[in-house]
């Protein structure tokens, strides 16, 4: 029970040196976006960068496709598909996604067979809704069946809101996403599938004798987008997931709530200027630093010293001061005995408003059983903390 009551005990660390007194601000002052719910981070390290109701559920619309292309990647990787399988065109898919549906479509003609990198292609630069349907009825054998699979893909990367009921995201109100959760998609995708981030980038794909340019707006601005996809829908308005890689920085970003595509273009367009230009890398911590000391139950020693397992970087502003703080959480008390890299614990570095970033810290030293006498008395002092 005690171990409940003091599941987590927080050790505080203040940053004073200069390098470790400035911070990204939730909503930095001087500058905003028109969009109702944005997320976006600096990839490498994971810091923070803005952040406004990133945790709020909005409809999914054409962004459920980021997560529909997760899971038709994770099905090559696993091989139970290749690029060159292929799956027919049903009546279903040809009528709610292709020609006749008058949505975003590779126009796939009824009863032909596409392969799967075709429509692979079909989704990635057309967003077509036609190709997202024949996929998921050719890997799972029917469209709900494999937006069933899609939320239990998402669940198992930890993205807890987000939930699918079909593979295109037309409106259907089961169908959800935040923005936080697209950007962790979106860094998975990248981080899991390298090798396919290429689709992205292609700027035209021909079907059935139609040829269409990519409908990613930002291809086109020279902004260092590498991927994904927008979206919209009546009652979430205009969104989009975007990553950039540029002037050595690699940016996700996810904004919803926008009131038209014209203003999608230009708040993306300003936000990235922004985060490229605003923001420098710093050192926190450098590797094998000690960050903090956990306390030991049981051990020959009190306590072992914590670092993170490389140096630990984030983005700051250049042009203000703020100042950081950090705090090692961890389960308490520690047990002797105590192995070095041990992960027993997180650092979280925030600002007044926001979690900027959490690294995973271990143990940088051994701990053996202590005598009986040290282990009574920590014993004694573990039941005066449960009496509390």
Same mark, same amino acid.
């Given at each position: 029970? #005690?171990?409940?009551?003091?599941?987590?005990?927080?050790?505080?660390?203040? &940053?004073?040196?200069?390098?470790?007194?400035?911070?990204?601000?939730?909503?930095?002052? *001087?500058?905003?976006?028109?969009?109702?719910?944005?997320?976006?981070?600096?990839?490498?390290?994971?810091?923070?960068?803005?952040?406004?109701?990133?945790?709020?559920?909005?409809?999914?619309?054409?962004?459920?496709?980021?997560?529909?292309?997760?899971?038709?990647?994770?099905? %090559?990787?696993?091989?139970?598909?290749?690029?060159?399988?292929?799956?027919?065109?049903?009546? #279903?898919?040809?009528?709610?996604?292709?020609?006749?549906? =008058?949505?975003?479509?590779?126009?796939?003609?009824?009863?032909?067979?596409?392969?799967?990198?075709? &429509?692979?292609?079909? @989704?990635?630069?057309?967003?077509?809704?036609? $190709?997202?349907?024949?996929?998921?009825?050719?890997? $799972?054998?029917?469209?709900?069946?494999?937006?069933?699979?899609?939320?239990?893909?998402?669940?198992?990367?930890?993205?807890?809101?987000?939930?699918?009921?079909?593979?295109?995201?037309?409106?259907?109100?089961?169908?959800?996403?935040?923005?936080?959760?697209?950007?962790?998609?979106?860094? #998975?995708?990248?981080?899991?599938?390298?090798?396919?981030?290429?689709?992205?980038?292609?700027?035209?794909?021909?079907?059935?004798?139609? =040829?269409?340019?990519?409908?990613?707006?930002?291809?086109? %601005?020279?902004?260092?987008?590498?991927?994904?996809?927008?979206?919209?829908?009546?009652?979430?308005?205009?969104?989009?997931?975007?990553?950039?890689? =540029?002037?050595?920085? #690699?940016? !996700?970003?996810?904004? *919803?709530?926008?009131?038209?595509?014209?203003?999608?273009?230009?708040?993306?367009?300003?936000?990235?200027?922004?985060? !490229?230009?605003?923001?420098?890398? =710093? +050192?926190?911590?450098?590797?094998?630093?000690?960050?903090?000391?956990?306390?030991?139950?049981?051990?020959?020693?009190?306590?072992?010293?914590?670092?993170?397992?490389?140096?630990?970087?984030?983005?700051?502003?250049?042009?203000?001061?703020?100042?950081?703080?950090?705090?090692? @959480?961890?389960?308490?008390?520690?047990? $002797?005995?105590?192995?070095?890299?041990?992960?027993?614990?997180? &650092?979280?570095?925030?600002?007044?408003?926001?979690? !900027?970033?959490?690294?995973?810290?271990?143990?940088?030293? +051994?701990?053996?059983?202590?005598?009986?006498?040290?282990? $009574?008395?920590?014993?004694?002092?573990?039941?005066?903390?449960?009496?509390?």
């Amino acid at each position: 029970m #005690h171990r409940h009551l003091f599941a987590f005990l927080v050790a505080f660390l203040s &940053l004073l040196t200069l390098a470790h007194a400035q911070s990204a601000s939730s909503q930095p002052a *001087g500058f905003d976006v028109k969009a109702k719910q944005v997320y976006m981070i600096e990839a490498e390290t994971g810091t923070v960068l803005f952040a406004r109701a990133e945790d709020e559920v909005v409809p999914a619309a054409s962004l459920a496709k980021l997560m529909t292309v997760a899971t038709v990647f994770k099905a %090559l990787k696993d091989g139970t598909i290749t690029l060159d399988t292929s799956y027919p065109v049903s009546e #279903h898919a040809w009528r709610t996604g292709g020609a006749p549906s =008058r949505t975003a479509t590779m126009f796939a003609a009824l009863k032909s067979s596409p392969r799967v990198e075709d &429509l692979i292609r079909g @989704v990635t630069v057309q967003y077509a809704n036609d $190709a997202c349907i024949v996929l998921a009825e050719g890997i $799972a054998g029917s469209e709900t069946a494999f937006a069933a699979r899609m939320t239990e893909e998402a669940r198992a990367l930890g993205l807890e809101k987000s939930t699918f009921v079909n593979a295109t995201g037309l409106p259907d109100p089961g169908n959800v996403v935040t923005m936080r959760e697209m950007v962790e998609l979106a860094r #998975h995708v990248e981080t899991a599938y390298p090798d396919r981030m290429g689709y992205y980038l292609e700027p035209e794909f021909e079907w059935n004798r139609i =040829r269409q340019r990519n409908r990613n707006p930002l291809l086109a %601005l020279n902004l260092g987008v590498v991927g994904f996809v927008t979206g919209f829908s009546e009652e979430g308005g205009y969104s989009i997931v975007a990553a950039v890689e =540029r002037d050595g920085k #690699h940016l !996700l970003l996810a904004m *919803g709530g926008m009131e038209s595509d014209k203003v999608r273009i230009e708040e993306t367009r300003r936000i990235i200027e922004w985060a !490229l230009s605003s923001f420098e890398r =710093r +050192t926190l911590f450098k590797e094998g630093e000690t960050i903090a000391d956990a306390s030991v139950y049981g051990g020959d020693a009190s306590r072992v010293p914590l670092v993170a397992g490389d140096k630990v970087d984030v983005f700051l502003p250049k042009d203000n001061a703020p100042r950081l703080t950090a705090r090692v @959480v961890y389960i308490w008390p520690v047990r $002797a005995p105590v192995k070095p890299d041990q992960t027993i614990g997180t &650092l979280r570095i925030s600002n007044d408003k926001q979690v !900027l970033r959490e690294v995973p810290v271990k143990t940088a030293g +051994t701990v053996g059983v202590g005598t009986l006498r040290s282990r $009574a008395l920590d014993a004694l002092i573990e039941l005066f903390f449960f009496w509390i």
